[in-house]
C-alpha cells in the first residue's frame, strides 16, 4: 500500500496549501484582506510584537504657493509623515490523524483529502480571527471612541421609525457609509449574517454579478460588494436576534505598502510548516499517520495599535479569538474618516 510518506513533499503540499488558503478566502476575494508582501516579511522576523509604518495622507487645509517673479522668494517644499501601528504575531497549529487499516479500507488518497480539508480548515481560522478582531474594534470604539463607527438600529421605536425601524434597510446602510463622512466612497463591500442578506434578496435589492458561463461571481448591494458570512456576531433569540454587519473599504493611506485595505495579512514561515509523525504500535500495530500543519500570521486592520499590556494577560501564548474580541486590546490611532470601516447592529425582518 502507498503511505502517505510515500508521497508526501513538505515544501510542495506548504506551498499548495497556503495558495489555496488564500485563493478561498471571501475577504481576500472581495479586496478586504491583502496579502501583503510587507507584513509577511515583518511575520518572518522575530518577536511577538512590533510596528506597521504606514504613511500619513497630504494635509489638505495647506494653502498653495502664489506663483511670483521675484527670483529670491523661494517656496519652501512641504512633506507628508509617517505613522506606526503595532501588530502581534499569531503563531497556530492544529494536526489529524488517521488509522492505516481506514486508510486501506477506504481506497483513497490520504493526501488529497487532509490537503483538501486543511485548506477550508485554514480559510476559517482566518475568517474567525478577521471577525474576532472586528468584534474588538467595534468594543474599543463604543468604549473609547464615542461609537463615531458604528449604526445602531436594534432598539429603534417603531412608533418614531415605522414598522421597518429596527432593520437593515437602505437607509440604514446609507447613515453607516455616512459615518465617513466625505470619504464614503472609500468603503467598497458589506460583510452580514446570510439572515440579513435573505431580506435584501426577497426584496430583490441584490444584484448579481455573473461570468460568461453564467456562474456567480459576486453580489452587490447599493453597489457595495457582499460576503455572507454566518460567523458574524449575533446576539439574542428568535425575532430579537441581533446581527452586526460590518462595512469595508479601502483606506486614505497607504498601509504596509498596498494602498488601502481594510486588513493586511502577512505569513511568516515556520522552521516546520507542515509534519507527519507515524505511530506504528497504534491499533493493535496497524498503525496510524498523523499530518500537521503550523502558521504564523499577522492579520491586523488599518488605524489600530495592538495593546500587548492589557489585562488580564494572555492565557496562550497567542492571542485567542476571545482575546482578539477584547476592546482592551485595540486602540484607535487615527481619525475617524481614515479608518475604512463601519458597523451596524440590525434585526433581521421576519419571513412575511
Known sequence: MVRLSDVFTPQVYGSYTSLNTTETNAFVRAGIIAVDPLISAIAE??????????????????????????PTDRAVPNKIGTGTMTYRKAWLNQSFASMNLVTELAKADPLE???????????G?????????????????????GGDMLIDVSARSTATYGPDANYLTGDVFIDAAYTMGDQVENLKGIAVHSMIAATWDKANELETIRDSDGNILLKSYKGRVVIVDDQLPVSGVGVN???????????????GGVEGHAFALGEGVPARAVW????EQSGNGGGSETIGERKTWIMHPFGFSWNEAATPALVEFSPTLAELAQAQ???RIVGRKNVPLAFIKSKAKPSA
Do not use: C, M
Open 276 to 279: 507527519t509523525e507515524f505511530d
Open 241 to 255: 436576534r441581533i446581527y452586526t454587519s460590518v462595512l469595508f473599504g479601502i483606506g486614505a493611506f497607504g498601509f
Open 125 to 145: 481560522q482566518q475568517q474567525r480571527r478577521l471577525i474576532a478582531t472586528l468584534v474588538g474594534i467595534l468594543a474599543d470604539n463604543v468604549a473609547n471612541d
Open 45 to 70: 522576523q522575530g518577536g511577538k510584537t512590533g510596528t506597521i509604518p504606514f504613511w500619513k495622507d497630504i494635509d489638505q487645509t495647506i494653502e498653495p504657493n502664489y506663483s511670483n517673479d521675484d
Open 329 to 331: 486590546r485595540w486602540d
Open 113 to 123: 483529502h487532509i490537503k483538501r480539508r486543511f485548506d477550508t480548515y485554514w480559510v
